[in-house]
């Protein structure tokens, strides 16, 4: 499964012409709650973070499997993410980035 989320429709479409399996536009839907839905309860296996905001670094996290990857594209932590910093290191997740 390949699970593109973004807020813009024509992002969702180009996304399953190239191979995603599922779209979810998150102004329409809670991004987390849908990929739960589409992955039985568990989380992505891999969830790629792309867009570098607090909220979307936060719903990637919540969005994984507990045994998943989070993938930074930035790779830093904007102003204000602290907390979900610690919670990522507390609970024992592989966090990945550039630096």
């Given at each position: 499964r390949i699970i593109a989320v973004d807020i813009d429709d024509r992002k969702l479409a180009?996304?399953?012409?190239?191979?995603?399996?599922?779209?979810?536009?998150?102004?329409?839907?809670?991004?987390?709650?849908?990929?739960r839905e589409l992955t039985g309860g568990f989380g992505a296996d891999v969830v790629i973070e792309a867009v570098g905001r607090p909220e979307t670094y936060k719903q990637a996290f919540y969005a994984r499997d507990l045994a998943g990857t989070v993938v930074l594209g930035d790779?830093?932590?904007?102003?204000?993410?602290?907390?979900?910093?610690?919670?990522?290191?507390?609970?024992?997740?592989?966090?990945?980035?550039?630096?």
């Open positions: 180009k996304a399953e012409s190239v191979g995603a399996t599922h779209t979810v536009n998150s102004k329409a839907v809670d991004p987390v709650a849908a990929i790779g830093r932590p904007p102003p204000g993410t602290s907390r979900c910093w610690w919670i990522c290191i507390s609970r024992g997740v592989w966090i990945w980035g550039r630096s």
